[in-house]
């Protein structure tokens, strides 16, 4: 069974900063999925990928399958990237997503 | 833009009461899920649905749970007999390939509370 663990838990930075979040997992997986969850509830597919790095405006994702690392970037973070960012591993097969615990950010003005 | 969408949002029940939480999947999509995610805590799978049958399921999906797909767009969750550790936001899902591998998209939730 796949462990996926998340840091930091919490981040509060001002508005401006770069932003990085870590998600390891034990065991191999077949893609990494960044998602977001915002105070209502709804979660939002940000990436994924199995391999190398995605970029999709502000936020970029990269994957260490040897190291099974995997970090979610942000750059010139704004207030509205507030929210509950989550990593979640797929093993292959039709099995589901296992979910981190997510990160909660907070982006100050 | 196609979205996943679930009905009811917020739905509030006895103990020991059955539910039905719906879901309509993306129209080509083709493999479905539910998760649940408990207040505070981390999302968690809890059945994949393919081809009209369970995929997979986890040791959470025991014998009060049911999903359907009664017509070519619904996906239903039921909950046999609700208890208070029921209460959570539950999750569909859809997805155009399975085993994880192409992007999921997820509904907004419904929001279940037994009392």
């Known amino acids: 069974k796949n462990e996926v663990e998340q840091s930091p838990q919490n981040l509060t930075a001002q508005e401006g900063e770069f932003i990085t979040i870590n998600c390891s997992y034990s065991?191999?997986?077949?893609?990494l999925h960044w998602l977001q969850q915002h105070p209502g509830g709804g979660i939002v597919s940000l990436f994924m990928?199995?391999?190398g790095k995605k970029k999709h405006g502000r936020l970029i994702a990269t994957i260490n399958i040897q190291e099974k690392h995997s970090s979610l970037h942000i750059t010139a973070s704004h207030p509205r990237d507030s929210a509950v960012y989550i990593c979640?591993?797929?093993?292959?097969?039709?099995?589901?997503?296992?979910f981190g615990k997510g990160t909660h950010l907070i982006i100050q003005p | 833009e196609p979205e996943v969408t679930q009905t009811p949002s917020h739905q509030v029940t006895q103990m020991g009461q059955e539910v039905i939480l719906r879901c309509v999947p993306i129209?080509?999509?083709?493999?479905f899920y539910w998760y649940r995610q408990i207040l505070g805590q981390k999302v968690e799978f809890l059945v994949s649905?393919?081809?009209?049958?369970?995929?997979?399921k986890s040791e959470i999906f025991d014998d009060q749970f049911s999903v359907e797909r009664p017509d070519g767009s619904n996906f239903t969750l039921k909950i046999r007999s609700t208890k208070l550790e029921d209460s959570a936001m539950y999750f569909c899902?859809?997805?155009?390939?399975?085993?994880?591998?192409?992007?999921?998209?997820f509904g907004q939730g419904t929001r279940l509370t037994v009392v």
């Open positions: 129209s080509n999509h083709l493999y």
């Open positions: 065991v191999g997986i077949s893609a």
């Open positions: 649905f393919y081809n009209n049958e369970i995929s997979e």
């Open positions: 990928l199995s391999s």
């Open positions: 979640a591993a797929s093993g292959g097969g039709a099995d589901g997503l296992t």
């Open positions: 899902a859809s997805s155009a390939g399975g085993g994880g591998n192409t992007e999921a998209f």
